[in-house]
C-alpha cells in the first residue's frame, strides 16, 4: 500500500499567488482530512470530508481557503490569494470511516509564502 | 470544549532510559486516546490507542500507555529508550461519535548517548 500521497512536498510562492495542495487517500478509505501545522499553533484540522462530502469545515481560516473531493481518491486544498501568514506544513490524512479509526497521515507540503 | 494538555514541550532522555511523556485531557465522558509519533520531516503515525476496556494499552516500538479516568490523564511510556526514538510525539482525542482529532501541543523527545 503506497500510503496517502501529497503532492507538491515543497512548495514557495509570492504573496497574492494561488496555491493547491493535493492529496491521494488510502484506496478504500472514506473519510480524509486536511491539517495545518505551524510553531504557533500546532497542529490544527481545517476540514473533513466523509464520502467525497465535507463533513466540518470550521477549522478553515477564512474565505481564502477552499478545499474540495470531487471523486474517493483525490483532494484539492487551495489558497487564494495566498499570504505569508499561510506559511506551514499541510498534511493530508486518511482512515475508513468511522470515529476512532485510525488516521494515516501523508508526509506533508511545506508550504512558503514570499 | 475539549482540549489535550501535554505539559512537556521538550524531554531529554539518555539512551537505556525509561520515559514517560505526559498527557492530560479535558471532557465530560471517556474519549477515544491516540498518541501518534512525528520524526522531522515526516508525517505523523500512530503509536497506540484506546478505545476502552484494558486500561493498559500496547502499541507499536516498545511503547504503552496507561489510561487513568480519576486523573484524565493518558501518559506514554517505554521502559528503555532508543535514539531513534528521537521525534516529536503528540496526544490526541476524539469525541466519541465524532471523527475529529484535537492533538495536543507536542513533546519533543531528545535522547543522548
Known amino acids: 500500500d503506497a500510503g496517502v500521497i501529497q503532492s507538491p512536498r515543497h512548495e514557495v510562492t509570492e504573496m497574492g499567488q494561488e496555491v493547491t495542495l493535493r492529496c491521494k487517500p488510502i484506496?478504500?478509505?472514506?473519510?480524509l482530512f486536511w491539517y495545518r501545522q505551524t510553531m504557533m499553533r500546532g497542529l490544527e484540522l481545517l476540514i473533513y470530508f466523509n464520502n467525497n462530502v465535507p463533513i466540518d469545515d470550521s477549522g478553515m481560516p477564512e474565505d481564502r481557503f477552499s478545499a474540495k473531493m470531487p471523486n474517493a481518491s483525490f483532494s484539492t486544498l487551495k489558497i487564494q490569494p495566498s499570504e505569508p501568514r499561510d506559511s506551514a506544513v499541510y498534511f493530508c490524512?486518511?482512515?475508513?470511516?468511522?470515529?476512532?479509526?485510525?488516521?494515516?497521515f501523508g508526509p506533508g507540503t511545506r508550504l512558503t509564502v514570499l | 470544549a475539549q482540549s489535550v494538555t501535554q505539559p512537556d514541550i521538550h524531554i531529554t532522555v539518555s539512551e537505556g532510559a525509561s520515559l514517560e511523556l505526559r498527557c492530560n485531557y479535558s471532557?465530560?465522558?471517556?474519549?477515544?486516546l491516540f498518541w501518534y509519533v512525528q520524526s522531522p520531516g515526516q508525517g505523523l503515525q500512530l503509536l497506540l490507542k484506546y478505545f476502552s476496556g484494558d486500561t493498559l494499552v500496547q502499541g507499536i516500538k516498545g511503547f504503552e500507555a496507561e489510561f487513568k479516568r480519576s486523573q484524565s490523564s493518558f501518559n506514554l511510556r517505554k521502559p528503555s529508550v532508543h535514539w531513534s526514538d528521537a521525534a516529536e510525539y503528540f496526544c490526541?482525542?476524539?469525541?466519541?461519535?465524532?471523527?475529529?482529532?484535537?492533538f495536543g501541543t507536542g513533546t519533543r523527545l531528545t535522547i543522548i548517548p
Open positions: 490526541a482525542v476524539d469525541d466519541f461519535g465524532n471523527e475529529k482529532l484535537t
Open positions: 490524512a486518511s482512515s475508513l470511516d468511522a470515529s476512532g479509526d485510525t488516521q494515516y
Open positions: 471532557y465530560g465522558a471517556t474519549p477515544y
Open positions: 484506496s478504500g478509505h472514506n473519510s
